[in-house]
């Protein structure tokens, strides 16, 4: 299947900094990127979907301006937890949406556990 | 919008019984169907998929689920547990309109006992 990479893996930062997390597509290209956010023990919580050369769409109750969204090329997304808090603290998984014949396929990515301190 | 509920949020069985997570949808159309496995701190690994044709589909490390459109079900299971099935699963819904929203149930946490 489709390869979907995260980088950093784990990142712990100070309160109040800013932290940038990279989701790419390494085989494909998507135009279509998923944000999700998974608290311990739960299912994951689309935060919202991204579009190459356009706004990302935030699901309701995400802040935009918090989690910033970009997707700049076919093969990159990126999230940016401004002026993270410990509340922000969670794994945040991306999937990246191939196109294909029947139907368009989601690939994920392997998450990045971000610890705010 | 499509809700997708998983019974159970805990399911424990002994070493090399059955298996069965359950799995239901609420929609009006058949929709895709996705079962994932998450072990901790990793990411989502597809374990099968149901998109179109036969409805019982066979997926990866013995499991395989069945999308039984009168009852709106698409349970997972797998004739004989290993310890190393212990893990969360999800089910997963997308539409068929568009293919790319997905809806995730809650997760089931497998534990197998030796």
């Known amino acids: 299947g489709a390869v979907v990479s995260q980088h950093p893996s784990r990142v712990i930062c100070k309160s109040g900094t800013s932290v940038k997390i990279e989701c790419r597509s390494l085989d494909f290209q998507a135009t279509t990127m998923f944000w999700y956010r998974q608290f311990p023990k739960q299912s994951l919580m689309l935060m919202a979907t991204?579009?190459?050369?356009?706004?990302?769409?935030?699901e309701q109750g995400v802040e935009k301006d918090k989690f910033l969204i970009n997707h700049a090329s076919l093969t990159l997304s990126t999230l940016t937890v401004t002026s993270a808090h410990p509340e922000d603290s969670s794994f945040y998984i991306c999937?990246?949406?191939?196109?294909?014949?029947?139907?368009?396929?989601?690939?994920f990515g392997p998450g990045t556990r971000l610890t705010v301190l | 919008a499509q809700s997708v509920t998983q019974l159970g949020s805990h399911v424990s069985v002994s070493e090399g019984a059955l298996v069965l997570l359950r799995c239901n949808y609420s929609?009006?159309?058949?929709?895709?169907l996705f079962w994932y496995v998450q072990y901790p701190n990793q990411g989502l690994q597809l374990l099968l998929k149901y998109t179109t044709g036969a409805t019982l589909v066979k997926g990866i490390n013995g499991f395989e689920a069945e999308f039984k459109k009168s009852e709106t079900s698409f349970h997972l299971t797998k004739p004989s547990a290993h310890m190393s099935d212990a893990a969360e699963y999800f089910c997963a819904v997308s539409e068929q309109s568009t293919g790319n929203q997905f809806y995730f149930g809650t997760g089931t946490s497998l534990t197998v006992i030796p």
């Open positions: 929609s009006s159309v058949p929709p895709y």
């Open positions: 991204s579009n190459e050369g356009s706004k990302a769409t935030y």
């Open positions: 999937s990246a949406l191939r196109p294909g014949a029947i139907y368009n396929e989601q690939f």
